[in-house]
């Protein structure tokens, strides 16, 4: 079945960075925009960055841009979030999810907990 | 980038119909047909339940239905029944490559 997993997240002291891993399975990873997408404990969801099929077009929001670069892996699969100079805000699970439909994301991971704390 | 505003609580009884909102801007739901809605269960992940402002993903129930008039988007639960009880959130196309999302909101079954 289609599936995500993502691993990488952790506890990390502010300034610091992190890698976030998505692995895909049961579909064509090569066709499909991938994006990252966080969740503050309690809080709403939060678009974070999306990367197209070829990896050419990438797109950040601005919360995050200039500090964390998304990248793709199409011959393993995979989907990465490189995340510098971490805040407490940036603190969250973050989730790779798949977009097969315009604009909607029909296929999410388990979510990868980021704990930004000295 | 401003965040879809979404009342923070719902509730209706079993069998019954609730209806959330979602109200951005112009630039953003008023201006596109890229609404989506996602459920949410505690510690769980998201699932789209709608998309393209009132299109079902294969598996959703029909009781779930969205529609949008102007800046504002809604969803509806008709029948509502106990493992409806869940966090919705809704997202839109904001233009040049961005998503917005709500805050969310809880729907409590009574």
């Known amino acids: 079945q289609v599936q995500l997993v993502e691993s990488g997240g952790g506890l990390v002291k502010p300034g610091g960075s992190l890698r976030l891993s998505c692995a895909g399975s049961?579909?064509?990873?090569?066709?499909?925009?991938m994006s990252w997408i966080r969740q503050a404990p309690g809080k709403g969801l939060e678009w974070v960055s999306y990367?197209?099929?070829?990896?050419?077009?990438?797109y950040y929001a601005d919360s995050v841009k200039g500090r964390f670069t998304v990248s793709r892996d199409n011959a393993k699969n995979s989907l990465y979030l490189q995340m510098n100079s971490l805040r407490a805000e940036d603190a969250a699970v973050y989730y790779c999810?798949?977009?097969?439909?315009?604009?909607?994301?029909?296929?999410w991971g388990q979510g990868t907990m980021v704990t930004v704390s000295s | 980038q401003s965040a879809l505003t979404q009342p923070p609580s719902a509730s209706g009884s079993p069998g019954q119909s609730v209806t959330i909102s979602c109200t951005g801007t112009?630039?953003?739901?008023?201006?596109?047909?890229?609404v989506s809605w996602y459920q949410q269960h505690p510690g769980k992940a998201p699932k789209l339940i709608i998309y393209?402002?009132?299109r079902r993903p294969s598996g959703v129930p029909d009781r779930f239905s969205g529609s949008k008039s102007g800046n504002t988007a809604s969803l509806t639960v008709s029948g509502l029944q106990a493992e409806d009880e869940a966090d919705y959130s809704c997202?839109?196309?904001?233009?040049?490559?961005?998503?917005?999302f709500g805050g969310g909101t809880k729907l409590t079954v009574l």
């Open positions: 999810a798949l977009e097969r439909v315009n604009y909607g994301y029909d296929i």
């Open positions: 049961g579909f064509t990873f090569r066709d499909y925009y």
């Open positions: 990367i197209s099929n070829s990896g050419t077009s990438i």
């Open positions: 112009s630039s953003d739901v008023g201006g596109y047909n890229y």
């Open positions: 393209d402002v009132s």
């Open positions: 997202s839109s196309y904001a233009g040049s490559n961005n998503l917005v």
